[in-house]
């Protein structure tokens, strides 16, 4: 097997995605602004609250459930 296939498997990168992503919430719901779907750029707060809000909660959700799953897979 190539070199590249034992590091696609390692479940570190689960942690790694999971903090960027909670990370991006966490700026996103402090700064205000985040960016929005479909390429619009930025959705603020202030002007597009559904869309800003329904942005950060995905980020946050997908934060957990990429911690949750490296958790889950260096428990196992």
């Known amino acids: 097997m190539p070199w590249y296939s034992r ?13 960027i992503f909670f990370i ?3 700026v996103s719901t402090c700064t205000g602004k985040t960016y929005g779907r ?5 959705a603020s ?16 959700i997908s934060g957990v459930c ?7 897979k260096v428990t196992t």
């Open 24 to 26: 991006a919430a966490v």
């Open 45 to 60: 707060r202030a002007k597009e609250p559904t869309d800003f809000w329904w942005t950060v909660a995905i980020y946050y």
């Open 38 to 42: 479909y390429g619009r750029g930025l």
């Open 66 to 72: 990429f911690i949750g799953y490296f958790l889950y």
């Open 7 to 19: 590091q696609i498997e390692s479940p570190y990168y689960f942690l790694v995605f999971g903090v």
